[in-house]
């Protein structure tokens, strides 16, 4: 894996992706949390194929900007790309934005932890027995 590497999607805004219908908010406008969830996957999606059998990446941070509103209908594309990987090798930072078919509407950072998919899945489902 090195920095450099670039993700990208692109998604239409749907009803179901609204503010309103994912109590986010009032208004029926692209949330915010699907704008993060779409970040996030990209940024998981671009690295994905760097990956040791068995690892994945799970999101530890966002520092995200909404800086505009999206209607219904409109298309949105991610854009994510790995600008830093930590010493140990297992956190990774991203420059993150999203656009919308008028500009930008969202930017910031995020990071991903590499992790052991088997490990850290057993990990989490052990918290219930105690």
């Keep these: 894996m090195e920095i450099g590497i670039?993700?990208?999607r692109t998604l239409v805004v749907t009803k179901e992706l609204l503010a309103n219908q994912v109590g986010s908010?009032?208004?029926?406008?692209?949330?915010?949390?699907?704008?993060?969830?779409?970040?996030?996957?990209?940024?998981?999606?671009?690295v994905a194929p760097s990956l040791d059998a068995g690892k994945t990446t799970?999101?530890?941070?966002?520092?995200?900007?909404h800086v505009a509103a999206t209607p219904e209908g409109m298309e949105v594309r991610f854009e994510t790309e790995l600008t830093e990987i930590a010493p140990n090798g297992k956190v990774l930072t991203f420059r993150v934005a999203a656009?919308?078919?008028?500009?930008?509407?969202?930017?910031?950072?995020?990071?991903?932890?590499?992790?052991?998919?088997?490990?850290?899945?057993?990990?989490?489902?052990?918290?219930?027995?105690?």
């Excluded at 799970?58 to 900007?65: K, M, P, Q, S």
């Excluded at 990071?111 to 489902?125: C, G, L, M, P, T």
Aim: proline share 2%; glycine share 10%; no cysteine.
């Design 25 to 46: 908010g009032l208004v029926a406008v692209f949330a915010t949390p699907m704008m993060i969830a779409n970040i996030e996957g990209t940024a998981a999606d671009s």
């Design 6 to 8: 670039k993700g990208e």
């Design 58 to 65: 799970v999101g530890t941070l966002v520092n995200v900007t």
């Design 99 to 130: 656009y919308d078919e008028a500009g930008l509407i969202g930017e910031g950072t995020h990071q991903r932890a590499i992790v052991d998919k088997e490990r850290f899945e057993s990990k989490a489902q052990a918290k219930k027995q105690n």
